[in-house]
């Protein structure tokens, strides 16, 4: 998409980008193929409901607002739910032989004419943000065949069946293997789901005294959603325990696994960590989309003389790069795009990591194993003596592990790794801190 387009030139007159992030945001838009507003937004320039505002007037489209709608059963009738969850598209309203569609792509002019074609009907395509046309097609399409996680939530908060945790237990023990039918393995399968489609990188589900909360983090922010009732939490904690195969009967210790699994046609891995707390045991799934594994430098939303310089960084033969930031701002993301950049055949290429978060063709990767004493200090011993030309490093948690990273560096390494600050400066107050 051009620069002097309406779109473009909304964005930077309506304050949402300023000229430099719009330039660079067209160039990463250009380089992964993929829409300049959906860019804007993953690269958190500017909120996805003002962003999608600002494309509907561009294009002289209404805006849709899908938050907590209700659409009559028989505007929803009009469009297969296949076709809906398919084209991320919803009916919001008819008119006589008009049909009101919401979509999140102005430029989709294929999807409206076939519309039009199947329907039989007049189109008139309206836009929304993504995110609320995919919890509206859950919310609306679920209340009627019961398969979305609002409708399941429902059934539950309607329902007087006692979940405890002991007779959830007796119940895993007896039968391990998985019952779709389930009321629970629907509902925590199609949390799962839910978050998937909402591109959230984290599921919470926080167990309190009267209740238990489900949040999701979508670019970087805990977003809330409906919770269920108290009483099933038991279950839901043992169907997360039995997906990713962990001690059922377990309560007071923390427990961490993976769960793999696949949605919308893309293949997941879920890492599960269970924290005991002292309303009961509290649930964090790490979403982990293998495209992450895929992003190069480029794609990181770089301008063109931050581009330049970190290339330059990155090629050095030795030295240590710190990556820096708040949880979900992007350090993993990050570390990986500067590997697959240099995983080339003349390269080897060693990590220590906190769990294995991705697998990389071509690179060595080692996870870190406390209770056998593999610690990331332990790790980098070995790992200079197998004569590798890139380091990584996941985090620099304690003196020793610093001051190791920082020896392999001096020693012909080239080393990476992150710390957990803010922001880069205070990197180096951090690594004073830890006596380096």
Not at 11 to 19: D, H, K, N, Q, R
Not at 394 to 401: L, V
Request: proline residues 4%; aromatic residues 4%.
């Amino acid at each position: 998409m051009a620069r002097n387009d309406p779109f473009s030139a909304l964005l930077v007159s309506e304050g949402l980008v300023s000229a430099e992030q719009l330039a660079e945001v067209t160039r990463v838009a250009e380089s992964s193929g993929k829409k300049l507003h959906d860019e804007i937004v993953r690269l958190g320039y500017a909120p996805g409901d003002k962003v999608m505002r600002a494309l509907a007037k561009a294009h002289r489209l209404k805006f849709v607002d899908l938050t907590g709608i209700t659409v009559e059963q028989d505007v929803i009738d009009l469009l297969p739910e296949s076709v809906a969850r398919e084209n991320s598209i919803f009916p919001v309203s008819k008119e006589g032989n008009t049909l009101r569609i919401a979509g999140s792509d102005p430029t989709d002019i294929d999807t409206q004419d076939k519309l039009r074609f199947i329907l039989n009907r007049d189109v008139q395509y309206a836009l929304a943000p993504r995110e609320q046309i995919i919890e509206a097609i859950n919310r609306h399409y679920g209340a009627s065949d019961g398969e979305s996680a609002d409708s399941m939530l429902q059934e539950f908060t309607d329902t007087a069946i006692d979940f405890t945790e002991t007779a959830v237990e007796q119940a895993a023990n007896q039968q391990q293997e998985d019952n779709s039918d389930a009321p629970v393995v629907k509902l925590v399968n199609l949390i799962i789901t839910e978050a998937v489609q909402l591109r959230a990188s984290d599921i919470h589900i926080e167990p309190f005294e009267n209740r238990v909360r489900i949040r999701y983090r979508i670019d970087g922010r805990l977003v809330e959603r409906d919770n269920p009732p108290r009483r099933l939490l038991g279950a839901i904690l043992s169907r997360i325990k039995i997906l990713s195969k962990l001690d059922i009967a377990e309560r007071r210790r923390p427990q961490d696994g993976r769960i793999k699994l696949t949605a919308d046609g893309k293949d997941y891995d879920l890492r599960v960590s269970v924290l005991p707390t002292n309303h009961g045991q509290s649930v964090v799934m790490r979403i982990l989309d293998k495209d992450n594994i895929r992003v190069g430098i480029r794609q990181l939303g770089l301008s063109e003389h931050d581009f330049r310089n970190f290339k330059t960084l990155i090629r050095r033969p030795n030295g240590i790069i710190l990556v820096t930031g708040p949880t979900g701002s992007g350090k993993t993301t990050t570390l990986y795009a500067s590997l697959n950049e240099l995983n080339r055949p003349d390269t080897k290429i060693i990590t220590a990591e906190d769990p294995v978060e991705y697998y990389l063709a071509g690179i060595n990767q080692v996870e870190v194993r406390h209770n056998i004493g593999l610690d990331f200090a332990r790790v980098i011993r070995a790992m200079l003596r197998q004569a590798p030309n890139v380091i990584l490093v996941g985090e620099m948690r304690d003196t020793e592990t610093a001051q190791m990273g920082i020896q392999a560096s001096l020693t012909g390494h080239l080393v990476f790794s992150t710390l957990h600050t803010n922001d880069a400066p205070s990197a180096i107050t951090r690594m004073i801190d830890m006596g380096v």
